[in-house]
């Protein structure tokens, strides 16, 4: 069977967000974020390969992947042939394998998020997904959302945007991409490090995170035009009113090993959004 044809999508120009207008027939589609998947967690990984393999009766008409799905992308080349045997490398190269499978039945839509902004054209082809500006508005039935992965909202964090514009600089990207692989990893693995100390100080618990500032996320929604953003990053899911009919609906972050299991997708439909547990 032919692959689903791409929805139409712009660039994000200076002065206006990315819009992808769903086609007339779309009655549901489907956003997740924060998998953070990776070969140490069969758990998780099981739990999301069950929910892409769910009969097609259950499934949306899209899958909208709004950043983090993978911990860690030091480079596409990962997924290659010469990519040595490690565990890892076949751990993605299932992830992959996964997404170009699901792919071929509904089209994928990938939203980079701060762990996984070096997945390239190359890794996108292989998935077979299509990649999402953040922010984007998505219009369907002549409705606008607004999503994001929602890091670029978390201004109180000064710290992680002043790495933000660092990691997000063409140059920085190419200078990086251009160490072998063996090298990338090891920074990457540097780099988890230290993030992983930085939580120890700021305490395990995601409320004493940064959260999206409510008055960038008003002024993106009136950019948008639109009344809702959905986003992740923040590992809180909930949905907050931000004054004048505008709001922010969260994604919630995977972890199949939590107590409870955390796996959820948001689902939204003629209703509007609704939470879809993932129950293993
Ligand atoms: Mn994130």
């Not at 999301?48 to 992308?73: C, H, N, T």
């Not at 120890?200 to 959260?211: F, N």
């Not at 931000?242 to 972890?255: F, P």
Request: with cysteine; net charge negative.
């Amino acid at each position: 069977m032919g692959r689903p044809a791409p929805i139409c999508m712009t660039d994000t120009p200076i002065d206006r967000f990315a819009e992808c207008i769903a086609p007339a027939g779309w009655q549901a589609v489907d956003f997740i974020s924060d998998l953070h998947l990776q070969a140490s967690e069969p758990d998780t990984f099981g739990a999301w390969l069950d929910y892409l393999q769910r009969p097609s009766s259950e499934r949306a008409d899209a899958l909208f992947i709004l950043g983090d799905l993978f911990e860690v992308w030091v480079g596409d080349d990962v997924l290659g042939a010469r990519a040595h045997t490690s565990t890892d490398h076949a751990f993605w190269r299932a992830c992959a394998q996964a997404l170009r499978a699901y792919s071929d039945h509904a089209p994928v839509y990938f939203m980079a998020g701060n762990r996984d902004f070096l997945v390239g054209p190359a890794a996108l082809d292989a998935c077979g997904m299509q990649r999402l500006s953040d922010p984007s508005v998505l219009v369907l039935n002549g409705q606008r959302w607004l999503l994001s992965h929602g890091d670029a909202l978390c201004l109180a964090d000064t710290d992680y945007m002043r790495f933000r514009s660092q990691v997000r600089d063409p140059a920085w990207q190419h200078e990086f991409l251009a160490q072998p692989l063996p090298q990338r990893e090891a920074l990457a693995r540097d780099l988890r490090a230290q993030s992983e100390a930085r939580k120890r100080s700021t305490g395990k618990d995601p409320s004493l995170w940064a959260d999206v500032d409510t008055s960038a996320a008003r002024a993106w929604l009136r950019h948008a035009n639109a009344p809702t953003l959905i986003h992740g990053h923040t590992h809180r899911p909930a949905t907050h009113a931000l004054g004048d009919g505008l709001q922010r609906v969260v994604l919630s972050d995977w972890d199949a090993n939590a107590q409870p299991a955390r796996a959820e997708v948001l689902r939204l439909d003629a209703r509007g959004v609704h939470r879809l547990p993932l129950a293993r």
